[in-house]
């Protein structure tokens, strides 16, 4: 039995879900709009674990599940729980499906059973120049980045590399774009928070998802600077399956590895000069964009891993 | 030392290293996030070099630092009005200031790890789970969003909140029907604690016989870690791990001084 939680209709969720149905693998669905109505229990008694969860009037023990895919949101942002809303759930139940989230998610940092991911390992994500310092340790090189709050930094590193991007030093999303001429008249405001700079290589984003001992690759083709932005600037963006050297495939095992995280979505870069960069690795990836552009099936090797203990 | 204003273990590490003859100084997360130069770079092997500049013109050189204590858990970023900005400007903050830390991580007790990333909040049953794995009891916890007619044999309510806590024991089997989350915990008294610092430990001689404390310790790689321990019908067991302590007596900031000292002898 794996257990599949986060929201039902979320496309990697339903992708997983529906990829366990076809192959025949049993599992438990944790919605997380229900969590008020599910019973759960932990306890350590003797030192010893013992865990149950409730759910449609059938309770599961926690420690015969064989894998839990993770791809649950900010509870405290689910509709359910603000009292402005026609399907408020009132502050009773609203508290106990907070208290379920947080026992629940503090109890897969010590499950024994395979995880993708557990949360304290997807927490390297917040800190994408921290994150950096861990891939180039996996033998990737990574775009030269200043982090500074001094326009006259961000002037001597413009010279140095001629083309310069800025985006988020965190996790919170922000949209990459080019430092230009007339964002360059803005630079003073940076003085009250350090920015992050980086280089602007020119070559081909490679997307990598890996899941335990199987990885996927597929080329974006993209005019724009954040791929992922392509529709809101009216441009295209063509996702094709990819060959990756196979050095490079074992950096991006080496990458998973490292950072715990046996899925993993790696945003790598290959240069003209035929240099693989890597600019982050995505603890929980959306990689239903990239399935349903590719055929490749993610999905299934997400289930198959939590399953069995491999994807292949 | 790097720490929020008012950490009054900071200032005792910092008083203790300044009468011994050493160096200290102490940098607040306010004096960072004010700070009138930060530059962090990483080139493309992600090799770091750190310059900060505070507001007294006090500079910091990543390359000429010995050693390094972090106990800085938020940067308020007050000067940010609006809460969606704050929250957005917190974690950029925190984002650049854990890229510097681990650009430093030669400098610190221990490496930076992802829990390190975690600060705000410990996982109380992650902290136990680690107890037990180093061969320590831990109290007897039952967590349960059904409660039962009755406690279990043995345990109290423990949660704080208005709706059930020591309530729910005496008089409240409706609270069933309310079906409210609760903890249990194993009736226990006579509280002690010790303290870890680095592979030492400090406190009460009666539970400084446990061997499996080292363990913890050396599993933890916390620089300071505080265990609660209470009696039981079985003896002492582990009630409460706090990585976070905020009061620690004389002969702990001692030992930490003498660490720090190490350190900086190690590094120079």
Redesign the interface.
Known sequence: MILITGIPSEPPVELVTEAAEKAGIPYLLFNQRNAHLYQLSLSYCNNQFAGTLQMGGREYDLNKIKGIYIRMMDNSFLPEVHNKVFNYIGEDQSQKSASIHKQFLDWTETASCRILNRPWDMLSNLSKPYQSQLIAAAGFLIPPTCVTNDAKKVNSFKKKHSRVIFKSTSSVRSIVKELDAPRMKDLHRIRYLPTQFQEKLNGINIRVHVVGDVLFATEIESAVIDYRYAGRENEECNLTSFNLPSTIEKRCFKISKLLNLPLCGIDLFKTTKNEYYCFEVNPSPGYSYYQQSTNQDIATAIVKWLDSGSAK | MLCNQDDAVASSLHERLVGMGIKSHIVTAEELQY?S??????????K?FTEIKLQNNEAINSAELKAVWNRIRYFP?A??KNETDR???Q??????Y??FL??IEHTLFYP?N??S??IPED????L??EA?KAGL??L???????PRWQSPKNMIAVDPGK?FGTRFQKKAPHLVW????VTFSEEASDPKSVWIVGDEIFGDEIILKNSSLKRLALNLKKELVEVQFANTREGYKVSYINSFPAYVPADVINSLAIQFIKKTVKAS
């Open positions: 700070a130069l930060w530059t962090h770079t990483l080139d493309q092997h992600a770091g970023m000067h940010f929250y957005y400007a974690n950029e903050m925190s984002a650049l854990f890229s681990k650009s930076l992802a829990y990333l975690s996982n109380p049953m992650y136990k789970h037990i009891d831990v007897n916890y039952y967590f349960t969003t059904s709706r309310q079906n409210q989350p």
